[in-house]
C-alpha cells in the first residue's frame, strides 16, 4: 500500500512537497516514481528514483522537482517548487521492482499505485 500526502492549492510560483510512504520500500532493489494525470489527459510521468539513487525527471519539470527518499523513514518525497497551471493534476506515487532507466517515467512498468494527491496552481 502506498499513502501520498501533501497536496494543495498554491499560486504560481509557489512550492509544495508531496510525501509517499510505504512498507514495499524495504528492500534494496527497487523503483519508485511519482506520475501526474490532469483531466482529459494521459497519465505521464514527472520523477522517478531507484534502490541506486538514480533519478529521473520528464523535461517540462527538469530544475523546479526534485525527488528524495528519507531513508530514516523510508518516505519518498516530491519537492514542486515554481509551480505553474500547468502542474495542475492529480499526483500518483507509484513502485515497482528495479526497471530499466529508459522505463522509469513509464507507468505500465508500475506494479503498486497511490490513491492520488490533488495539486491545483492558479
Known amino acids: 500500500q502506498l499513502v501520498e500526502s501533501g497536496g494543495g492549492s498554491v499560486q504560481a510560483g509557489g512550492s509544495l512537497r508531496l510525501s509517499c510512504a510505504s512498507s514495499?520500500?524495504?528492500?534494496?532493489?527497487?523503483?519508485v516514481g511519482w506520475f501526474r494525470q490532469a483531466p482529459g489527459k494521459e497519465r505521464e510521468g514527472v520523477a522517478a528514483?531507484?534502490?541506486?539513487?538514480?533519478?529521473i525527471y520528464a523535461d517540462s519539470v527538469k530544475g523546479r522537482f526534485a525527488i528524495t527518499k528519507d531513508n530514516a523513514a523510508n518516505i519518498f518525497r516530491l519537492q514542486l517548487n515554481s509551480l505553474r497551471p500547468e502542474d495542475t493534476a492529480m499526483y500518483y506515487c507509484?513502485?515497482?521492482?528495479?526497471?530499466?532507466?529508459?522505463?522509469?517515467?513509464?507507468?505500465?512498468?508500475?506494479?503498486?499505485w497511490g490513491q492520488g494527491t490533488q495539486v491545483t496552481v492558479s
Open positions: 528514483i531507484d534502490s541506486d539513487h538514480y533519478t
Open positions: 507509484a513502485a515497482t521492482g528495479l526497471i530499466s532507466y529508459d522505463a522509469m517515467l513509464t507507468p505500465e512498468y508500475y506494479r503498486f
Open positions: 514495499h520500500f524495504t528492500g534494496n532493489m527497487f523503483c
